[in-house]
């Protein structure tokens, strides 16, 4: 089955930037998850509710939670099976494990969860 392994966390100070990447693996037809789906990067604090971050769909079209906007971008890169979340001006409520899924039909992720990549924004 694909998966989607995220990478690129790590601790950082308010203010700073990070990017995080979410590459496809697990099977020949993994590239075209990208092509034929919505992804979505979520995350989840300590104690939280995993919650929406950004997303974009298969035609590049993207949206992104009111809590990021103006600071968070998606894009991604269709011949390398990534997705990237640019992340700029963190701040310390953005601390969070961070993960990516892909959607089906109805919006909803459907592949195994991966472990995440987390992020730690110091004050």
């Known amino acids: 089955q694909v998966q989607l392994v995220e990478s690129g966390g790590g601790l950082v100070q308010a203010g700073g930037s990070l990017r995080l990447s979410c590459a496809a693996s697990?099977?020949?037809?993994?590239?075209?998850?990208?092509?034929?789906?919505?992804i979505t990067w979520y995350r989840q604090a300590p104690g939280k509710q995993r919650e929406f971050v950004a997303t974009?769909?298969?035609?590049?079209?993207?949206r992104v939670a009111e809590s990021v906007k103006g600071r968070f971008t998606i894009s991604k890169d269709n011949a390398k099976n990534t997705v990237y979340l640019q992340m700029n001006s963190l701040r310390p409520e953005d601390t969070a494990v961070y993960y990516c899924?892909?959607?089906?039909?109805?919006?909803?992720?459907?592949?195994?969860w991966g472990q995440g990549t987390q992020v730690t924004v110091s004050s």
């Open positions: 899924n892909a959607l089906d039909w109805t919006s909803r992720p459907f592949l195994n």
């Open positions: 697990g099977s020949i037809t993994s590239g075209n998850i990208f092509s034929n789906n919505a």
């Open positions: 974009i769909n298969s035609g590049g079209s993207t």
